[in-house]
């Protein structure tokens, strides 16, 4: 098992203070920056593009920026998530055409692909894909919105792609994400998720440092 992550998502955050936001989560402990793009078409809401993201990774140098693209189609915008600085770039398989050349074209342009799964999308798209990836993201919920309620049955799929991931013997993360809080993260790390996406738990918390701290807390206890 890799070490665990904590991804702040900033779809949470005040984008008016975007940048100071950023640097607040970081220094507050998130390991990684999340980064929702949405695009009223695949998700019926719209967020930000490449060109923000540039601006973060201009800001933040050295932040890991896991790129969570909710798009369609995907291939025409992942050069340019790439050179805006993104370390992971997620997309759906639902979204695409052709997910191998999709993973393909996402390394050849030096970012590290991950496949993310919808709640009712079987995790089948692992079949020929899971040993080309280097994370899988778990929704637990709709992807469109933060501050949404955990789906069970999220537990469950987890703990079926942790089984698949070691099987493979890869060392391939296992993000899962929405509704994710300090009071279900240990039972989600029990699951079997290395990755922990956050949004409205951190950024509507009046204290940043210190609800990471207690997430970190329930998942060390958990596991
Ligand atoms: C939802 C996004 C999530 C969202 C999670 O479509 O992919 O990353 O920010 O928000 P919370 O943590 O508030 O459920
Ligand atoms: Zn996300």
Redesign the pocket.
């Known amino acids: 098992m890799p070490p665990r992550w904590i991804a702040a998502?900033i779809?949470?955050a005040d984008f008016a203070r975007l940048g100071a936001e950023v640097h607040a989560a970081l220094e507050a402990g998130a390991d990684l920056i999340?980064f929702?793009v949405?695009d009223n078409h695949y998700?019926p809401n719209l967020t930000v593009g490449p060109v923000v993201c540039e601006a973060l990774h201009r800001h933040a140098p050295s932040a890991i920026l896991d790129v969570?693209l909710?798009v369609r189609p995907v291939d025409r915008i992942v050069p340019d998530f790439a050179s805006a600085g993104a370390t992971y770039i997620t997309f759906h398989p639902e979204a695409t055409d052709h997910i191998d050349r999709t993973i393909e074209l996402i390394r050849e342009h030096g970012c590290r692909p991950g496949l993310a799964f919808n709640p009712a999308t079987p995790l089948d798209f692992l079949d020929y894909t899971l040993e080309r990836l280097d994370l899988v993201l778990i929704?637990s919920?709709n992807?469109?919105?933060?501050?949404?309620r955990f789906i069970p049955g999220a537990l469950e799929k987890l703990a079926a792609a942790r089984r698949r991931i070691e099987s493979a013997g890869n060392p391939i993360r296992l993000e899962v994400?929405?509704?994710?809080k300090v009071e279900n993260i240990g039972e989600i790390a029990r699951a079997g998720a290395d990755t922990f996406?956050?949004?409205?738990?951190i950024f509507e918390s009046g204290d940043y440092r210190a609800t990471l701290h207690a997430m970190r807390r329930e998942i060390e206890r958990a596991v």
């Open positions: 998502s779809l949470s999340h929702d949405m998700v969570h909710m929704m919920v992807p469109g919105f933060g501050g949404q994400d929405g509704g994710v996406v956050a949004g409205s738990a």
